[in-house]
């Protein structure tokens, strides 16, 4: 019996001991086990491209394998994909989901499923409904950078004139607020309007909406391109119109064809968004509030609001080198393309 007891001791001694032992660290934070983030963007576009390089980005950070950080886009503007997509990562459990909700009244009760099943819902680049599920929204203020865009018009057309406006959706917020800043901004002056074309994130229908409207209007005075691909599509048309001097060109983003657009002249001034940082914080906001909580992560972040600002950079000729430089200082890439980049194909075939 003593033997027995002095046995059973020495085991429970040994237990104690194998408890107290370090545990071997693994790459991944043992938080994180079992963490999966979802983001889905908007189209195939080197706009999207971008978003999905800050997500690979904050991946590697924090030490996420590939498939635990996933990145999905439908080809073009199309939300029964998005629908369908965030569906089927409900289905799986995902950890966190961050989408850009080209209708944000169609995909708020997806969204309200994700948040009742436990997911962390949050938007990027395109805002969604007030008193949304979303906890927090990582991305450009649309309405104040619009107007930052309708001003950059006002210098450039101090007498006024007939300006058009090409769009991809007359539902996304971020497309109504660029367009309601813009318009906003030129209030009072001599510059009027068209009604905006919508293309739908087509770019090839983009093209053919700007030449239609410079056709209709061959002395149009200005055109503003509020998606990433809007002003590529003006300045071709522009330059096909041989109105490259007449015809002011305000526009979003910085992608390269925008940037030779600068180069060229034939695009006067773009406001760029920093998506970059969209893609990167989304993975790191989600991840962080998964393994410290919610308070600690949104107080880590700087949310104020529900909002994090990612802000937006004017840029024109004069300070293009100026702003290259600044990427080049921060490692975010600025020669950007689809080529080589595809949506996850097999995510596109399940809804196809
Ligand atoms: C917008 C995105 C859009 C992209 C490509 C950007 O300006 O923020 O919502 O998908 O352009 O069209």
């Not at 057309?157 to 007359?170: C, E, F």
Request: proline letters at 5%; charged letters at 20%; hydrophobic letters at 45%.
């Amino acid at each position: 019996m003593k033997k027995m007891n002095v046995f059973l001791c020495m085991l429970l001694i040994v237990a104690m001991v194998a408890a107290c032992q370090p545990k071997t660290q693994t790459p991944t934070a043992p938080a994180a086990t079992g963490f999966r983030v979802v983001v889905i963007g908007k189209s195939v576009h080197p706009y999207w491209s971008n978003v999905e390089k800050g997500v690979r980005a904050a991946a590697k950070d924090l030490g996420l394998a590939d498939d635990q950080a996933i990145f999905f886009v439908p080809p073009q503007e199309d939300v029964a994909a998005q629908i369908q997509t965030m569906q089927t990562y409900i289905a799986q459990g995902v950890t966190g989901i961050a989408i850009a909700p080209s209708d944000p009244n169609a995909l708020e009760p997806v969204m309200k499923q994700a948040a009742e099943a436990g997911i962390i819902v949050t938007t990027l680049d395109t805002p969604p409904v007030e008193n949304s599920v979303s906890l927090v929204y990582i991305g450009t203020d649309n309405y104040a950078a619009g107007k930052v865009a309708g001003e950059q018009m006002l210098k450039l057309l101090p007498n006024g004139g007939l300006v058009g406006i090409g769009r991809g959706s007359d539902t996304a917020l971020n497309a109504l607020q660029r367009t309601q800043g813009f318009l906003d901004a030129i209030k009072g002056s001599k510059i009027q309007t068209l009604e905006p074309v919508n293309d739908r994130e087509d770019s090839a229908r983009a093209l053919e909406l700007a030449n239609s409207v410079l056709s209709a209007h061959p002395d149009l005075a200005g055109a503003f391109g509020v998606y990433a691909y809007n002003g590529p599509a003006w300045a071709t048309a522009i330059k096909e119109a041989g109105r490259v001097d007449k015809t002011k060109l305000v526009c979003f983003d910085a992608t390269t064809d925008i940037i030779n657009g600068i180069k060229e002249g034939v695009i006067d001034a773009t406001v760029a968004q920093r998506e970059f940082d969209m893609g990167y914080k989304s993975v790191q906001l989600i991840y962080l509030i998964a393994t410290k909580g919610k308070d600690a992560a949104f107080q880590e972040m700087g949310v104020k609001g529900g909002v994090i600002d990612t802000g937006v950079d004017v840029i024109t000729q004069a300070n293009l080198k100026e702003y290259e430089a600044a990427l080049d200082k921060k490692g975010i890439p600025h020669e950007w393309t689809t080529a080589g980049w595809e949506p996850q194909q097999d995510e596109v075939d399940q809804w196809k």
